[in-house]
Structures are given as structure tokens and as C-alpha cells.
């Protein structure tokens, strides 16, 4: 009875640190997350002399602290766009899709109810258009022609 | 003479009678006959009727339905007359549970056993898929753990009948909680999917 009540209290002791670790696990992704996207932006803006538009979208989602998990939410956003695009040949508006960019990231407003700016999902757009050997967003070229 | 005629209209009021009581009895035979093949008839249908109903009609359906396609000879197959909609039929497939070598399935399914067969073959262009979409480095560490993580977990899915691609992101987030945590599992088995969605040719 004595070790049954012992090995209780150690399962119960193990689920405690499932759930340290599963938070630990959590913080450390969105930690690495946001470091990735700083040092990315400062590489840009030191070794390649590029100036960050206040408007880019990496420069957004850490100025106003957007929830890292929800990072890779606005590339699957361009990415179902494209396929309903090759699917059925739709698209949305640029003002459409900027509200789903709102939508994705969970914010309708900023700061002093400041609007976040079409700017932003202009250039999230241009980031994505085809720039390289890759085609897979031919979308954004469509949206960005609305 | 009238002694003469008297004996003729007896006699031929006795062939009558003769003739009549024949036909009665040729009449009556005929009647028995018809009861007889009445009677026989009825049996043989009673007897169906008995037959039919001590019949066990599922013992033939679990016999010869396979994944909902009946099967009553080797050449002839009977699709079920209510498939799913968008119900796809393909085929041959070689199996020992599939008699008919017909397998019926979804078009959500039929796209996500293509795109899995796309995907094993093709783990470099999901790897450039995830650079493209999350960044350099988020492609390094996918393109870690594709060949000892992600690709054996798909190739374990080949088999699963009713594939979707839900089937597919948890069976990679599974295989990717060790090597990259949970919630680094979760998105990366978010992303490989949306590659092979957007990428496989179906």
C-alpha cells in the first residue's frame, strides 16, 4: 500500500514536469523564432545595406509582439490563396486579403487606433511573388494587381 | 316399326347418356389434373417462399463486399448504388483483402495517397517549399530531420486505406515531437503538408 501511494506520487511528480517541459518547449520555439527573425532583419540591414521599411511585415510582427506560433500563419495564408488560385482561378482583392493578413495575425488595430497600414501587405506580397528560381505564388501578382 | 324406333331413341338416349357421363369424367380428369399442377405449383412457390426466407443474405455480403463494392464473380462488379459523393473508383490494386482488385475511395483520399506518393519521392522540393515560405533556417532543421523522421513516416502511411491529409500532418507531427519539440512539430507538420498540397501534381 505504502509503495503504491509512492509510485502515485511520482507519476503525479512526472506529469508535473511533462507540462514544465511542454512550457519550457513553447517558450524556447517562440524565443528561437524571434531571434531567427531579428538577426535575419540585422544581417539585412548591416551586411546587405538594406534599410527595413517600417511597413515589412518581420519588422510588424516583432514591433507589436505577435504571438511567434502564428509566424508561419501569413505564409500558409499566401500559399491557400495560391492553391484556390490554381484551383478555381480565384483570387481576392488586395483590401481583401489585407483584412485576412488582420484577421490572421489578430489584430484590427494598433496603437492610438492607428490602422495597420495596406503598405504592409503590399510588401508581404512582393516578398512572395516570384524573385527567384521558385513559382510557387504567382498569386501575388494577381492580388497586388487589384 | 314403332318396337324398331323405340329401341333406336333408347339407344341412342343411352349413347347420350354414355357420351355425356365420358365427357364428365374426361372433364372431372382434366379439372384433377389442373388441381394437381395447381396444388404442385403452390408447393414449389411455398417452398421458394420458405427457402428465400431462411436465407442469410449477409453471409453473402460479408462473403463478397469488399470496401463497399460487391462482388459476384471475378468479372462482373457491382458498385454500391449509394457511393460516396465525389467517390472515386481506382484500380487494379493487387491484395489479398481485395478479391476484385477494385478499391472505392474518397477524391479527398485518392488526393492525399497521390500527394504521400509524390511527397516520399520528392522530399527536396518540401524542403525548398519550407525555405521559401519560413525563412533559411527553418529549412535547415526540416531538411535534418526529413530523411530520418519524415520519410519513414510517410512511407509507414502507403498502406493506410481512407489517407487524408489530416491522417498525414499527425503522423508527421508525431515522428517530428522528438527531434524538434511540440510546438516545432506542429508547424513544421503544418508547413510540409501545405508543401504537399500545393506542390504534388493531382
Redesign the interface.
Known amino acids: 500500500m505504502e509503495k503504491f501511494e509512492e509510485l502515485e506520487d511520482r507519476i503525479k511528480k512526472i506529469e508535473e514536469e511533462i507540462e514544465q517541459i511542454d512550457r519550457l518547449d513553447n517558450d524556447t520555439f517562440e524565443l528561437t523564432q524571434k531571434l531567427e527573425k531579428v538577426t535575419s532583419l540585422l544581417v539585412e540591414v548591416v551586411e546587405n545595406n538594406k534599410s527595413i521599411d517600417k511597413n515589412d511585415i518581420d519588422f510588424i510582427v516583432l514591433k507589436f509582439d505577435i504571438d511567434p506560433k502564428q509566424y508561419h500563419e501569413i505564409p500558409m495564408l499566401v500559399s491557400k490563396k495560391e492553391k484556390e488560385y490554381r484551383k478555381n482561378g480565384t483570387f481576392p482583392t488586395l483590401k481583401q486579403f489585407h483584412q485576412e493578413v488582420l484577421e490572421t495575425l489578430s489584430i484590427s488595430e494598433l496603437e492610438n487606433n492607428e490602422l495597420l497600414p495596406i503598405e504592409v501587405t503590399k510588401n508581404l506580397l512582393e516578398k512572395y511573388k516570384k524573385t527567384d528560381e521558385y513559382d510557387y505564388f504567382a498569386v501575388c501578382e494577381k492580388i497586388l494587381s487589384t | 316399326m314403332i318396337c324398331l324406333l323405340k329401341k333406336i331413341l333408347i339407344a341412342s338416349t343411352s349413347l347420350v347418356m354414355l357420351l355425356s357421363i365420358s365427357t364428365g369424367f374426361i372433364g372431372i380428369k382434366a379439372s384433377a389434373a389442373e388441381l394437381s399442377a395447381s396444388n404442385s405449383a403452390q408447393d414449389v412457390k411455398n417452398d421458394t417462399q420458405e427457402l428465400l426466407n431462411n436465407l442469410d443474405y449477409n453471409s453473402f455480403a460479408a462473403d463478397y463486399e469488399v470496401n463497399g463494392v460487391q462482388i459476384f464473380d471475378d468479372n462482373y462488379i457491382e458498385v454500391d448504388n449509394t457511393p460516396a459523393q465525389g467517390s472515386l473508383i481506382v484500380g487494379p490494386v493487387n491484395g489479398a483483402s481485395n478479391p476484385g482488385g477494385i478499391q472505392i475511395m474518397s477524391a479527398g483520399s485518392y488526393a492525399a495517397k497521390k500527394g504521400l506518393k509524390w511527397a516520399v519521392n520528392n522530399t527536396t522540393a518540401i524542403t525548398?517549399?519550407v525555405g521559401?515560405?519560413?525563412?533559411k533556417?527553418?529549412a535547415v532543421k526540416v531538411g535534418n530531420v526529413m530523411h530520418s523522421y519524415v520519410k519513414p513516416a510517410l512511407k509507414k502511411l502507403e498502406r493506410v486505406e481512407n489517407l487524408t491529409y489530416g491522417k498525414i500532418e499527425d503522423a508527421i507531427y508525431d515522428a517530428l515531437k522528438k527531434p524538434l519539440?511540440?510546438?516545432?512539430a506542429k508547424?513544421a507538420a503544418?508547413?510540409i503538408v501545405?508543401a504537399i498540397?500545393?506542390?504534388s501534381p493531382v
Do not use: D, H, P
Open positions: 525548398n517549399f521559401r515560405t519560413l525563412g533556417k527553418a519539440g511540440k510546438t516545432g508547424v503544418n508547413v501545405e498540397e500545393i506542390l
